[in-house]
Nanobody, 126 residues
Framework: QVQLVESGGGLVQAGASLRLSCAASGRTSSIFHMGWFRQAPGKEREFVAAIRWSAGTTYYADSVKGRFTISRDNAKNTMYLQMISLKAEDTAVYYC???????????????????WGQGTQVTVSS
């Protein structure tokens, strides 16, 4: 079992920055990949970014490339999402997820992740 806890969401104005954190506990040695997803009201959960836990290779949705940066601190078992130049369309609940079964590269499909955090709200006012 892996437990994930997100933090760092909030209400900001367009153009501002936020950093989300996701602390993992439990069987963290079993994690292959971790990712950030988001879900706006009435919309499907969508891929934001992912990272190969050991190698640190990163992947991004086109909509956030150049504005968001995913990173991890293996010693702290924590993943981060640094968000800059936030837009109103970034407003959503942000979830972190972990995959504990082997896959060469992180999936962009939320259904392929095994564990989820509770989510943190990010609201960007225009």
């Amino acid at each position: 079992q892996v437990q994930l806890v997100e933090s760092g969401g909030g209400l900001v104005q367009a153009g501002a920055s936020l950093r989300l954190s996701c602390a993992a506990s439990g069987r963290t040695s079993s994690i292959f990949h971790m990712g950030w997803f988001r879900q706006a009201p009435g919309k499907e959960r969508e891929f934001v970014a992912a990272i190969r836990w050991s190698a640190g290779t990163t992947y991004y949705a086109d909509s956030v490339k150049g504005r968001f940066t995913i990173s991890r601190d293996n010693a702290k078992n924590t993943m981060y999402l640094q968000m800059i130049s936030l837009k109103a369309e970034d407003t959503a609940v942000y979830y972190c997820a972990a995959r504990t079964t082997f896959r060469l590269t992180p999936s962009r499909d939320y259904r392929e992740y095994d564990y989820w955090g509770q989510g943190t709200q990010v609201t960007v006012s225009s």
